[in-house]
Nanobody
């Protein structure tokens, strides 16, 4: 059974930093990409950053502030968030897509990030 567990969320003042972690376990193979999404109250879930195939991509609203990385040996993905803004307040979710002929998608349970002004 595949499991993704996020950690590192919390309350921080505007301008501060947080580092999110996503620990993956279970039968995960041929990872295509992993990513971070977020969902603020009353809004749709949106892509924050994605990593896979040697590439990274970021949503425009986090470029130059957030950095996604992955430690394959530890099956862990990270999101370093700097210069946080109140509008970054949301639940942040970890996501993995893996497989070749059959693709599999899994989500973590989410971690709350709250940025105070």
């Amino acid at each position: 059974q595949v499991q993704l567990v996020e950690s590192g969320g919390g309350l921080v003042q505007a301008g501060g930093s947080l580092r999110l972690s996503c620990a993956a376990s279970g039968r995960i193979f041929n990872v295509n990409f992993m990513g971070w999404y977020r969902q603020a109250p009353g809004k749709q879930r949106e892509l924050v950053a994605r990593i896979g195939g040697g590439n990274t991509m970021y949503a425009d609203f986090v470029k130059a502030r957030f950095t996604i990385s992955r430690d394959s040996a530890k099956n862990t993905m990270y999101l370093q968030m700097n210069s946080l803004k109140p509008e970054d307040t949301a639940i942040y979710y970890c996501y993995v897509n893996f497989g070749v002929t059959a693709r599999h998608d899994y989500w973590g349970q989410g971690t709350q990030v709250t940025v105070s002004s």
